[in-house]
């Protein structure tokens, strides 16, 4: 589930909620939920509500990109 949420300073400097994760991946609400729980996605728990670094929202895109420059 969510990390312990490190200081401040160490945090990412964009985070975003499941939901903006969900519509920036194309992907539902839940798939994001399922994703977090099994550590497919990290996430950290900020003032009662989860967010997720947007660093790791592009890292879970690279694939995805990887093999659609492949089929060209």
Known sequence: MARSTPPLSELPERMLSPAEVADR????YQTVW????????????????????????????????SAKDGDR
């Open 25 to 28: 991946l194309g992907i539902s």
């Open 34 to 65: 399922k994703m977090i729980q099994r550590g497919d996605l990290p996430a950290y728990k900020i003032a009662r509500r989860i967010r997720v670094p947007e660093e790791a929202v592009i890292a879970a895109l690279r694939p995805v990109i």
